[in-house]
């Protein structure tokens, strides 16, 4: 199962991968990121746990953080989209504002 996706506008949707073992969900611990940050391939975004383990997962490329897709204690299914990033590097756009975690 791909982990990401990307549209013409230059956003990459990040979705929870399957962490280990099998198993279908996890749950947000702690999101090391907001909005508007920058992040780099490799980079460690946020803490997950599942019934086996907590884990960090890093983002796979670099550019800005533009949406959190669930705060923090959310139980997300694999496969779900938990973030965007603007990988085009623009700055954000003006009159969106951030998603509350």
């Not at 884990?55 to 938990?82: A, C, K, N, S, W």
């Amino acid at each position: 199962m791909t982990t990401m996706t990307e549209n013409a506008s230059g956003l990459r949707e990040f979705k929870m991968p399957d962490v280990g073992e099998g198993l279908t969900e996890a749950e947000i611990l702690k999101w090391y990121v907001q909005p508007g940050d920058t992040v780099t391939d490799g980079q460690v975004v946020c803490e997950v746990e599942t019934a086996k383990a907590a884990v960090e997962l890093p983002i796979p490329y670099d550019g800005v953080v533009r949406e959190l897709h669930f705060p923090e204690g959310t139980t997300v299914d694999v496969g779900q989209v938990i973030i965007a990033v603007d990988v085009t590097g623009g700055p954000a756009p003006t009159g969106q504002a951030p998603v509350a975690v």
